[in-house]
């Protein structure tokens, strides 16, 4: 399997990239002055496409060729050489997760509206893939039924292509260092949002009260509260507790999908 493993990789980078541009290494600590130049074009490459695909609601489901066609090269060489990296070697609580099989199917959400600063907002549309919603709805109808409010979806499914458009967002953020932005943002291939059978939901309070904004008062939701209480019986588990190897975050969940018995 390792040689497989080796011979894909080399067959890869040899193939339509060519070999002036094959992927180095990156440097994982903190990326190099041609390594952020790189990534400065690549993001400003990408970023009409994706605000496009935003506005359609399709983001979520981008594929890698999809983002390439907009890539010269050398740029598609910097993205895959994140693809490349190894759980191990950047530490954390990384690691590769299922890809989606290609039967999948999604639902999309699109008429979740929030309240912020008073005021009643759309938010961006989100997809599931089917089993996830369905515990989904299945545990919202409980928490209705025991506090009267509900969770909506943040985040849902997000394809490995729209995971590494996110990573490649996030750098400059945390100082264009490729491990501490892994503590915020998973690798594509390794987040949850990215593999249904560990499908992770990102969960915004019908008052607005998100992980991306307001980390803080998501803790003190009785929502989150409820969450610890009785997730479990839907499958959903909190992924990233306090005191982890990952930031702690407490409204992103995740549900684990068991293959039926045979
Ligand atoms: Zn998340």
């Known amino acids: 399997m390792r040689l497989k493993a080796a011979l894909i990789g080399i067959l890869l ?10 992927a180095e290494p990156l440097s994982l600590d903190r990326l190099t002055e041609p390594e952020i130049a790189l990534l400065t074009s690549t993001r400003q490459a990408l970023v009409p496409l994706v605000d496009a695909r935003k506005r359609e609601g399709t983001v979520s489901t981008i594929t890698f060729e999809e983002l390439y066609a907009r890539l010269t090269p050398e740029q598609i060489a910097f993205a895959e050489s994140f693809r490349k990296i190894e759980p191990k070697e950047i530490g954390g609580a990384s690691r590769r997760l299922p890809a989606p099989a290609p039967e999948t199917q999604f639902v999309r959400l699109d008429r979740q509206v929030v ?9 961006d549309t989100q997809v599931l893939p089917s089993g996830a919603h369905e515990a989904y709805e299945r545990m919202m109808a409980a928490m209705e039924a025991d506090l009267g409010r509900r969770l909506l979806v943040e985040s849902g499914y997000r394809s490995p292509a729209y995971q590494l458009y996110l990573f490649l967002f996030y750098l400059p953020k ?20 990215g593999s249904p059978a560990f499908q992770a939901i990102d969960f915004i309070s019908a008052g607005g009260i998100n992980g991306e904004d307001r980390p803080e008062e ?18 959903f588990q909190l992924s990233y ?22």
């Open 218 to 235: 998501f803790e003190e939701l009785q929502e989150y509260g409820w969450l610890h209480a009785r997730a479990r019986e839907f499958g």
């Open 13 to 22: 980078s040899a193939g339509p990239i060519g070999p002036a541009f094959s």
């Open 115 to 123: 309240l912020r600063e008073g005021k009643k907002v759309l938010l």
């Open 174 to 193: 945390h100082d264009y260092s490729v491990r501490e932005t892994n503590r915020h943002v998973a690798l594509p291939g390794c987040s949850e949002h």
């Open 241 to 262: 507790p306090r005191g982890g190897e990952s930031a702690f975050e407490p409204w992103h969940w995740h549900w684990h999908w068991e293959e039926p018995r045979a």
